[in-house]
């Protein structure tokens, strides 16, 4: 099967993310309660299971009935933050490459290896970029991260170095309940801090 990964900006995914936050949670309160929103209002339900990690080197996959992330048991039992990101994350695969997983016929555990059969290693490197933009912009709300940073700073920061924030990123890590790699990803894409590359 041949796929290929449309191209989407990330602006775009921003903007597919706050409508998701409209429809789904639209008193925008922190922390963003994605598991309740996968289970209550997307009928997902979330099956951790051990060794997902170690024997298909992946943290979580989303069922092709939309109905199951299988998610990897010790990330969901002993990373809280991690494990939010990923069902986050799993979620952008079925806002943006739902077509694809419904294509890849995934239904239980066994066929996960379907995924690297099925994609070539570069159209899986976008597919997972777009899922991890969507995930980002969906935890951590552009408005809501320019307000809560402007609470800490009294101001909205440009451009400064990563490491002058550092006490706020770890204050904004724990009200968005994310890592401090994924608030600091969120301010170089809103070009607050300079960016590694």
């Given at each position: ?28 309160s922190l922390s963003v309660p ?43 039992m002993n990373r809280e933050n ?116």
């Amino acid at each position: 099967m041949s796929f290929t990964t449309k191209p989407i900006s990330y602006r775009k995914i921003g903007e597919l993310a706050e409508d998701f936050l409209s429809k789904y949670h639209p008193s925008f309160s922190l922390s963003v309660p994605i598991e309740e929103i996968a289970e209550s209002k997307l009928d997902i339900q979330i099956v951790p299971v051990v060794g997902i990690k170690k024997d298909y080197d992946m943290d979580a996959s989303l069922c092709s009935n939309f109905n199951t992330i299988f998610i990897d048991y010790n990330f969901y039992m002993n990373r809280e933050n991690r494990s939010r990101f990923t069902i986050a994350h799993e979620i952008g695969h079925l806002i943006l490459h739902k077509d694809l997983f419904e294509s890849l016929k995934i239904f239980n555990i066994e066929d996960l290896f379907k995924i690297s059969e099925s994609i070539s290693d570069n159209e899986y490197r976008w597919m997972e970029y777009q899922a991890y933009s969507f995930a980002g912009h969906v935890l951590v709300p552009k408005k809501l991260l320019i307000d809560e940073i402007k609470k800490k700073l009294g101001r909205v920061p440009s451009e400064e170095n990563p490491e002058s924030l550092y006490p706020v990123i770890q204050d904004l890590s724990d009200i968005f309940k994310v890592s401090e790699d994924v608030i600091l990803r969120r301010l170089q894409k809103e070009k607050m801090v300079k960016s590694n590359h």
